[in-house]
C-alpha cells in the first residue's frame, strides 16, 4: 500500500442531531460557525461559503446515544492562530457553555467541550512544526497531556470574544470511538495509507503528510462496542478531500484490491467504510 495522498484536508463532517434548530444555535452562538444554508432537515455551516464545514441533519424520533458505542469520539475544529482560539475560548465562556477540559499535548493547545447531543467537540491551535518532538524511535511525533496555560493563551486575545471563527478555521482531525484499535489502524494505514504518527494505551493517530493526525482511534470507552442505531444521534459522514484526481484513482486502485472494502464511486465521490461501519467520502479538489 502506498501512503495516501500527503496533501489531503478533511473537507467537511456530518453529524445527525436529535434536535436541527437547537444544534444550528449551538454551532452558530456558541462555536462560532456562520449558517450558510438551512433546509427542513438539513443545514450548512463553516466560515467558507463555498465549502461548507460542518453538515447537520435532523433525525425525526431520535434515541439516547448508547455511550459504549462506536462512533464519534470528538471533532475537533483547528484555528488559525492562538489569538484565534483564544477568541473561540472566550466566545464559549461568554454564551454560558460549560468546558469538560483542556489540555497541552506538546503539538498543540485544546480544549474540549460536548454539543447538545453529548457529541464531543475540540477546538485547538498547532504549534509550529518545528517546535513537534520526535519519540525515541525517530518516526511520528510524540504527543502528551500535559496542563494547559489557560491564562498564557488567553492573554493572546486582545480583542475579546469574536461572535464567528476566524477566516482559515477548519476541521483539523477527527477522533472515532472503535471496537478494535489495531483492527482500525490496519485499515486506515494498510488499506487507507495514512501513516501512524502516535500510540497510546488503546489509542492510535495517523495522518497523511506528516501531520501530527487526521484520524485518531480510541477503545477506551467501545472496546468490543457496536455502533449506534441510526435513531441516535452521532457521526454520520467524514469527507477528505485529495489534492488532485490522480490521487483519487490511485486509492480506488488500491482498495478494489480488497473486496471486503466495498468502495464506491459515483459523481467524482470515493466512498467506503470502515470497519466500524463508519462512512468515510473521498473526492478530488477542483
Do not use: C
Request: no cysteine.
Amino acid at each position: 500500500m502506498t501512503t495516501i495522498d500527503p496533501r489531503l484536508q478533511i473537507d467537511s463532517v456530518q453529524l445527525a442531531v436529535s434536535d436541527l434548530q437547537q444544534s444550528i444555535d449551538f454551532y452558530g452562538r456558541v462555536i462560532g460557525l456562520p449558517l450558510i444554508s438551512h433546509e427542513r432537515d438539513s443545514a450548512q455551516l463553516g466560515p467558507d461559503r463555498e465549502r461548507p464545514a460542518l453538515v447537520l441533519t435532523g433525525i425525526a424520533s431520535p434515541t439516547p446515544l448508547p455511550p459504549a458505542s462506536t462512533g464519534l469520539y470528538h471533532v475537533a475544529w483547528l484555528h488559525p492562530s492562538r489569538a484565534d482560539l483564544a477568541a473561540s475560548v472566550r466566545r464559549v465562556v461568554g454564551q454560558r457553555w460549560p468546558f469538560d477540559g483542556a489540555s497541552d499535548h506538546g503539538v498543540s493547545e485544546a480544549l474540549y467541550l460536548t454539543d447538545p447531543d453529548g457529541l464531543g467537540i475540540e477546538l485547538y491551535v498547532d504549534r509550529p512544526r518545528e517546535r513537534w518532538e520526535m519519540p525515541v524511535g525517530g518516526h511520528g511525533v510524540k504527543m502528551a497531556t500535559l496542563p494547559l496555560d489557560l491564562e498564557n493563551l488567553l492573554a493572546q486575545d486582545h480583542g475579546g470574544p469574536a461572535p464567528t471563527v476566524a477566516a482559515g478555521t477548519s476541521v483539523g482531525h477527527v477522533h472515532l470511538k472503535v471496537s478494535d484499535v489495531p483492527r482500525a489502524t490496519a485499515f486506515y494505514g494498510d488499506r487507507l495509507g495514512f501513516e501512524e504518527q502516535a500510540r497510546l494505551p488503546s489509542a492510535a493517530f495517523l495522518s497523511a503528510g506528516g501531520y501530527h493526525h487526521h484520524v485518531g482511534l480510541n477503545s477506551w470507552q467501545s472496546r468490543g462496542g457496536g455502533a449506534a442505531p441510526d435513531t441516535a444521534p452521532g457521526l454520520r459522514m467524514v469527507k477528505f478531500a485529495l489534492s488532485d484526481p490522480r490521487a483519487l484513482d490511485a486509492l480506488e486502485r488500491e482498495l478494489a484490491d480488497e473486496p471486503s472494502s466495498a468502495p464506491h464511486r459515483e459523481n467524482g465521490t470515493l466512498t467506503v467504510r470502515d470497519p466500524d461501519g463508519q462512512l468515510l467520502a473521498f473526492t478530488a479538489v477542483d
